[in-house]
């Protein structure tokens, strides 16, 4: 090979040190790509409830069953769950794993208190005849609202798993990352119920 060759090599390449993405790095990239695709998921499945949430045929309307005061509870328990899981996350962050654990716990039982809230409004909800198969408003809501729901029982589920991970060994700085990917879930989790309230609740209710 000639030496204008070989110069023309170190020419192309890339300059500066080089970095490997660590695990974490690409556990992380992995969460964020997880969210954008359930943000898209999430997007359909409110379009698809604004094309029908008025084709309710003989069944309860949103505005004849919507009960804006349990509802408004749950999103403000939501709410809290949320502030209470970043405040978790910062005690990890100053190594205080006590009152981490303090802080999820309290995330746990407000995710469990929503989803168990959810329940009793679509039992009540169903007892009143706004089922799966009674109209494309009641198809649209239990699918919407139902799949947020399994996203909350999931979340719950992965916080109290990283719980007893930090009972069975001591936490170090290398398993940050796995609280904060939870974290970012759990937030998002939370912002897509906001859009949720805001467009099958209130817009129901009252649009």
């Known amino acids: ?24 790095e690409n556990n992380k990239l992995g969460i964020w790509v997880w969210l954008a695709s359930d943000c898209a998921l999430f997007a359909a499945l409110i379009a698809t409830y604004l094309t029908l949430h008025n084709s309710v045929q003989h ?4 505005a004849q069953l919507f009960d804006l005061r349990l509802t408004a509870t749950a999103t403000f328990v939501l709410l809290l769950s949320s502030m209470s899981m ?16 303090r802080w999820l716990w ?61 009972y069975r060994r001591p936490i170090t700085a290398a398993d940050a990352w796995r609280f904060e990917a939870a974290s970012l879930y759990w937030y998002f989790v939370d912002v897509v119920w906001v859009v949720i309230f805001t467009v099958v609740y209130l817009m129901g209710k009252v649009g």
Do not use: C, K
């Open 106 to 166: 309290l995330t746990v039982a407000l995710g469990a208190v929503f989803v168990g809230m959810q329940a009793f409004e679509f039992t009540t909800y169903w007892h009143h005849g706004l089922t799966l198969s009674a109209s494309d408003f009641g198809a649209s809501f239990y699918t919407l609202v139902g799949f947020h729901g399994l996203h909350v029982s999931f979340g719950v589920a992965w916080i109290l798993s990283l719980l007893i991970f930090s």
């Open 1 to 24: 090979m000639s030496h204008g060759a070989d110069t023309a090599e170190l020419a192309s390449a890339p300059s500066g040190p080089f970095h490997e993405a660590t695990a974490a």
């Open 59 to 62: 069944a309860p309307t949103a």
């Open 86 to 101: 970043g405040i978790g996350v910062e005690a990890l962050q100053r190594n205080d794993v006590p009152g981490m654990r």
